[in-house]
């Protein structure tokens, strides 16, 4: 049984930067005028979030081994150019089976005043 199931890591606050969005938006192929893409949740929620896991010494990510299996986003909206979003990942289980660890990482966006913007599912499996 994993030691970092139901882990939660510290709250990361992020400013929905223009210049950032534009460029995004621009690598993607989408048009910089139509506001934040929705996947830029890749950016401001499991972006943000994901070195805490990464870096947590108990979880022990060997990223030799590590394969993104799987990236999900549910939105209550999609936040705007200038806003500033709370990200907070957790640690939803961590599973091994078949000399595989298979573990699921999600991330709560919030706006500033605490209501849900995104949130962020992945599935990070590492190899034995």
Known sequence: MSVV?????????????PERVAEFARA????PGDGVPPTFAA????GVTAPHLFADEDAAVDFSRLLH???EFE?????????????????ASD???RGMRFVSF???TTDAKGAPLCRSRALFVIRS
């Open 106 to 108: 999600e991330t709560d």
């Open 28 to 31: 993607i192929g989408a048009d």
């Open 5 to 17: 199931a139901g882990r939660t890591y510290p709250a990361v606050r992020f400013e929905i930067e």
């Open 69 to 71: 299996a799987e990236q």
């Open 95 to 97: 599973t091994s089976r």
């Open 43 to 46: 950016v401001y929620s499991l």
């Open 75 to 91: 939105w209550t909206r999609h936040p705007r150019v200038g806003e500033t979003v709370v990200s907070r990942g957790r640690v």
